[in-house]
Every structure is written in C-alpha cells, then in structure tokens.
C-alpha cells in the first residue's frame, strides 16, 4: 500500500445484528490500533466467503440521522441495511466510517440542512459554509482493509470516488457493484445533486421525473 502506515487488528467481538424490518445476522466487529485518522471505524464482518472468492466490501459511512433515527432526507439507512444482507449472503466487510455529514460532522450537517430548507442542494451548503463538497478521505479503510488481509475486492458503491481513492491506496476493486435506490419524497433532490455533482450511478432520468411530480 503506498506510503500508508500499517494498522493491526484491537479487538474481534460477535454481535448479534436486529434491524426493524425482522432481519437478523450474526456478525464479528473488528476494531483497530493504528488508523491514520485516530477515529473509531469498525469492520463488520459477515457471512463466509467461497474459498478463492472475492469479498463484497462497502464503505458506508456514519449518519446518525438517518441509520440510526430513519430519516428520510437521505439514502444511508436503507443503503446500511441492504449492504448487511447483500454482504453477508456472499461474504465480506462492511467498513462503518466515523465520516458524518461526508466528513463534515454532525453540527455542520444539520446547518447544511437548514440551508438546504431555503433551496441549496447539498453541495451548494456545505460550500455556503465553508466547507468542501465532500471532505472524506479513506486512507484508514485501506489500512483497515490491509489488516483485515483484503487486498482485493468488489466494491458495494454508487460512489466512483471510493473506488478512485481505493485504488491510488493500493487496494484491487475488481468491480463497483450498485447500490439500490432507496427514494422517498423528501431525498430525491439530494440524490439527484449526487448524480449531477458527484458522479453517483443512478437512474438520473427516473429521478428527474419524480423530482417532478
């Protein structure tokens, strides 16, 4: 990996995993000593690869709003609870970031919020505040990746810059494997600003239309 500090395993724990909707799976949490970033991030591990298969790995990073109290003004709740299942039915890691807000943080996400309320997208509040599009950097799940022994994968992402940064890191994404679409009424502007601004691979025309409507 290159120039990138090595990071070991802390600690392994099984964790039983309940989410509203009846599904349950069991998973191991991994933490870490020696993250570039000093943050807490975890690997989820789930599920049994075939032998010689590639693991099916997501970067999702932290969204108290919505993972935790189901907001409905983004895509991380459902994003988290699909990426549990379609990970642990064929095997892999999902890396829990501690990136809320894409690196921001969870007051200035909230202001971004109230900007967004007036009309800005969500790119357009993070620069009214000062602050970058997306300030997110994964040098430490690359190193989290490296201690994991995972040096090849499939990326679960709608996301073009994950796999960008992965790859400069050193690490093989042999493919980038879509996300759903999870829209509701109050997210479909800010999905569609992640297709226009940040590249994000989905279906722009069927979110136009329902921006719309």
Same mark, same amino acid.
């Given at each position: 990996?290159?120039? $990138?500090?090595?990071?070991?395993?802390?600690?392994?724990? !099984?964790?039983?995993?309940?989410?509203?909707?009846?599904?349950?799976?069991?998973?191991?949490?991994?933490?870490?000593?020696? =993250?570039?970033?000093?943050?807490? @991030?975890?690997?989820?591990?789930?599920?049994?690869? /075939?032998? &010689?298969?590639? *693991?099916?790995? !997501?970067?999702?990073?932290?969204?108290?709003? &919505?993972?935790?109290? +189901?907001?409905?003004?983004?895509?991380? +709740?459902?994003?988290?609870?699909?990426?549990?299942?379609?990970? #642990?039915?064929?095997g892999g890691v999902l890396l829990y970031l501690r990136q809320e807000g894409r690196g921001i943080g969870l007051y200035n996400k909230l202001d971004a919020y109230a900007l967004q309320d007036q009309g800005l997208?969500?790119?357009?509040?993070?620069? #009214?505040? &000062?602050?970058?599009?997306?300030?997110?950097?994964? $040098?430490? /799940?690359?190193?989290?990746?490296?201690?994991? +022994?995972?040096?090849?994968?499939?990326?679960?992402?709608?996301?073009?810059?994950?796999?960008?940064?992965?790859? /400069? =890191? &050193?690490?093989?994404?042999?493919?980038?494997?879509?996300?759903?679409?999870?829209? $509701? #009424? @109050?997210?479909?502007?800010?999905?569609?600003?992640?297709?226009?601004?940040? !590249? @994000?691979?989905? *279906?722009?025309?069927?979110? $136009?239309?329902?921006? /719309?409507?």
């Amino acid at each position: 990996m290159p120039d $990138t500090p090595a990071a070991t395993t802390r600690a392994r724990v !099984r964790v039983p995993l309940r989410f509203h909707d009846g599904y349950s799976v069991d998973a191991e949490l991994v933490t870490f000593h020696g =993250l570039g970033d000093g943050q807490e @991030h975890v690997a989820v591990v789930l599920g049994d690869p /075939a032998p &010689g298969s590639v *693991p099916l790995v !997501r970067l999702h990073s932290e969204c108290l709003t &919505g993972d935790v109290f +189901g907001s409905a003004r983004c895509d991380c +709740g459902p994003q988290l609870r699909e990426a549990v299942e379609r990970i #642990a039915d064929r095997g892999g890691v999902l890396l829990y970031l501690r990136q809320e807000g894409r690196g921001i943080g969870l007051y200035n996400k909230l202001d971004a919020y109230a900007l967004q309320d007036q009309g800005l997208d969500t790119y357009e509040a993070n620069a #009214a505040l &000062g602050l970058p599009e997306d300030a997110r950097d994964y $040098t430490a /799940a690359a190193q989290m990746l490296a201690a994991l +022994g995972i040096g090849e994968l499939d990326l679960l992402s709608n996301n073009p810059d994950k796999a960008e940064q992965l790859r /400069a =890191l &050193g690490v093989v994404v042999r493919d980038r494997v879509p996300t759903g679409v999870f829209t $509701t #009424a @109050h997210n479909v502007r800010y999905l569609r600003a992640k297709v226009l601004q940040t !590249r @994000h691979t989905l *279906p722009l025309a069927e979110l $136009t239309e329902r921006n /719309a409507g």
